[in-house]
């Protein structure tokens, strides 16, 4: 298609239309498109936009290493970019018609090809070549910016602030090679969909700076875990113990430590039997459980409902003083998945005295220092408003501490290291700019640190008769090693499991009371 303006004979144009200009006919004026200042700026942002592209795809396409500041550029800016100058061009085009005929000049719009004539048979192989570039550019670049969008870098770096705890810890995690996407959308155009709309909502919190400090969790929009954990993991597969083995160190001057080793009751499909137990037992077989909670993070259950799909039978678990409304505003009834006890599979925020105790069964925290454990959970625990100032309180509060209390008494090199340790446990774990750490990110795969498997276990629910949801020990696990020493080697072991000892002699209270009485998320354990 080709837009002619036919105006006054300049005596120095050539006719495009083929007609003949000493016939005495009016001659067509050949006007420059870029006469107006818009097509100048479209066609240069056209241009600009097309090698933009061309080099940064090349660097994309070339580099071993992934950016996704680059990927952003490359694949939707620079497209954008060339859209918005052929609009632009567009705009010019038809601006200047219109002001032609407002003028009274004569336009004639030519919808057919014309072979006669040399010029307008260039001028389309050069739209038609140009358009397909464009068009080509413009799909690969969507597609390219949808893979940027969905990938890994894109969800963890593009926000620096917002999605650091979770990046930081997703890298650190089992999961750290799995892609966001498929475990947040998994496989379906419903979920992506869906997660799309809801990136605009979140872009638009990002950019107005009034986004939620911390994210609020558990993400409710995730779809069942069967249709994404158990795409890579078989439930009825996993069978047999797992021999777990801790050390752990008390906030004394000596950091005694205490060691336990558990026969974890994983379950599962047990192939010899065909039968179905242990921990995965709630996921397995013709058990259905479902509960209830008013707490937005899921952490107070009030209601448990069992019912066996092979009998029809029905057992209900409630507090035996309250009634129960499960049709109150705010209340959520869920079906048990995997995501009810893993709630943290790949963005696990270590308490500090786990994280501790665990540097000190490596070593690279030396447990020959005084109170070291205790002085580390001080420093980490408390309030910093930016990780620059809890970088360097840090640091010097333990060093000042051991050259105040400790002079001459322990080794400086030990101090500095256990010093730095800390600081890389603070920078892993605490993220005081989004008011994120253990204290806001529950871990529902434990006992000690948050309710977690007690939630349910040790809740005080009973059915109408009277009977409550076991909280024995051997349910889960049996104690194979425990004592005082931070060598298995050292302690006497049972395959058929000890009784639990109390590192500090407390009676029998540890049969009726939760762990989370008294071992506080400050603490751990």
């Known amino acids: 298609m080709s837009d002619e303006i036919q105006g006054e004979n300049t005596g120095d144009n050539e006719p495009i239309d083929g007609s003949d200009a000493t016939n005495g006919e009016e001659k067509v004026e050949v006007r420059s498109l870029y006469r107006h200042p818009l097509a100048a700026v479209g066609g240069a942002m056209v241009l600009a936009g097309l090698l933009g592209f061309a080099v940064l795809a090349f660097v994309d396409l070339s580099s071993p290493a992934s950016n996704p500041y680059r990927g952003l550029v490359t694949f939707i800016g620079f497209p954008v970019i060339v859209l918005v100058g052929a609009i632009l061009f567009a705009?010019?085009?038809?601006?200047?018609?219109?002001?032609?005929?407002?003028r009274g000049e004569h336009i004639r719009f030519n919808l057919r090809v014309e072979p006669s004539s040399p010029r307008y048979m260039r001028s389309l192989a050069i739209f038609g070549v140009l358009s397909a570039v464009l068009v080509g550019?413009?799909?690969?670049?969507?597609?390219?910016?949808?893979?940027?969008t969905d990938s890994s870098s894109f969800c963890g770096e593009s926000c620096h602030t917002v999605m650091e705890p979770e990046w930081v810890t997703y890298q650190a995690s089992p999961h750290a090679k799995v892609a966001c996407a498929q475990c947040h959308i998994g496989p379906g155009a419903s979920f992506f969909v869906r997660s799309k709309i809801d990136g605009l909502r979140q872009?638009?919190?990002?950019v107005t700076n009034t986004y939620d400090r911390p994210v609020p969790t558990p993400v409710t929009s995730l779809r069942p875990a069967q249709e994404t954990c158990e795409g890579c993991h078989w439930p009825e597969q996993f069978y047999g113990d797992k021999l777990v083995t801790k050390t752990y160190f008390r906030t004394d001057e000596n950091n005694t430590p205490w060691t336990i080793s558990l026969a974890v009751k994983i379950g599962g499909g047990d192939p010899s039997t065909g039968q179905v137990g242990g921990i995965h037992w709630h996921m397995l077989g013709n058990t259905k459980i479902e509960y209830a909670t008013a707490d937005p993070k899921r952490q107070e259950i009030f209601w448990v409902r069992m019912t066996d799909l092979s009998t029809g039978e029905i057992t209900e678990y409630k507090p035996p003083d309250a009634s129960t409304d499960l049709n109150e505003p705010g209340v959520e009834v869920r079906t048990l998945d995997c995501i009810d006890c893993h709630n943290r599979p790949s963005h696990d925020y270590q308490p500090p005295a786990t994280a501790i105790n665990l540097e000190m069964t490596k070593g690279t925290i030396s447990s020959d220092l005084p109170l070291v454990r205790w002085e580390g959970l001080n420093l980490l625990n408390a309030p910093y408003k930016t990780k620059a100032e809890a970088d360097d309180a840090i640091q010097?509060?333990?060093?000042?501490?051991?050259?105040?209390k400790y002079a001459g008494v322990v080794e400086e090199v030990d101090v500095v290291q256990a010093a730095e340790v800390l600081v890389a446990i603070y920078n892993e774990n605490f993220f005081p700019e989004m008011k994120t750490?253990?204290?806001s990110r529950e871990n529902n795969l434990s006992h000690f640190t948050n309710?977690?498997?007690?939630?349910?276990?040790?809740?005080?629910?009973?059915?109408?008769?009277?009977?409550?949801?076991?909280?024995e020990c051997d349910s889960c696990h049996l104690i194979t090693a425990q004592g005082q020493s931070a060598s298995l080697a050292d302690l006497d072991s049972d395959i058929n499991g000890f009784e639990f000892k109390h590192p500090v002699p407390i009676g029998g209270a540890w049969k009726v009371t939760k762990c989370t009485t008294c071992h506080t998320p400050e603490q751990g354990y």
């Open 396 to 404: 010097t509060g333990l060093e000042t501490f051991y050259a105040e």
């Open 437 to 439: 750490d253990y204290r």
């Open 203 to 206: 872009v638009w919190k990002t």
């Open 451 to 471: 309710d977690g498997c007690f939630r349910c276990h040790m809740s005080g629910l009973q059915t109408y008769d009277g009977q409550t949801i076991s909280s």
């Open 91 to 102: 705009l010019a085009i038809r601006i200047q018609v219109v002001r032609a005929r407002r």
């Open 137 to 148: 550019v413009v799909a690969w670049g969507g597609f390219k910016g949808y893979e940027v």
